[in-house]
């Protein structure tokens, strides 16, 4: 059985990440999608939030299971008897940090990475951008899922 995990901090998760983790699905037999409980940055949703967030836009993957880590990657992949580490690939500013994790993770854990290349209609899209714009009042509508739009509504109404 070969078993991958997607890990990320999805603060919040966007249409991206749900594109990558659809396709990615179809690639192993199980995907692990494993958000990151301190990801070293301060979280705008809780690890809750997060989570019950991708829970709700992947109820629809029977091979895809949302859980969550602390420390370090390998370990947690490990855990799950994971082989592989999923992560998407934007442009080419994505490289250098992506390069120097996966470098990293196969020399501490010995495990591979493999990377998908994001839908063109998401290659500008992050966590970070959705939240800028939503945090100014414009609109994220097409970015994330409906849910995650009103999830984001009710965080920055002030
Ligand atoms: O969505 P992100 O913020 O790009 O995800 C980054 C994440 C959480 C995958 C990365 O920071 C991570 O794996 N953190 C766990 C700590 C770890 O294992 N570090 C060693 C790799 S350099």
């Known amino acids: 059985m070969k078993i991958a995990v997607y890990p990320g901090s999805f603060d919040p998760v966007t249409n991206g990440h749900l594109d990558i983790i659809e396709r990615g699905a179809q690639l192993f ?14 979280p705008l949703f809780t690890l809750e939030e997060r989570i019950l967030m991708l829970e709700k836009s992947l109820s629809h993957l029977s091979n895809v299971e949302v859980s969550y880590f602390r420390g370090l990657l390998v370990d947690f992949a490990r855990a799950e008897q994971a082989s592989v580490i999923l992560r998407g690939l934007r442009a080419m500013s994505d490289f250098e940090y992506e390069f120097q994790m996966a470098s990293v993770n196969r020399k501490i854990g010995d495990i591979e990475t493999v990377f998908m290349m994001t839908a063109n209609e998401y290659a500008y899209l992050s966590s970070s951008a959705v939240k800028e714009v939503a945090s100014l009042g414009g609109c994220v509508k097409g970015f994330v899922p409906r849910h995650v739009l009103e999830m984001l509504i009710k965080k920055y109404k002030r």
């Open 29 to 42: 037999d199980k995907l692990v999608v494993a958000v990151a409980k301190n990801p070293g940055k301060e």
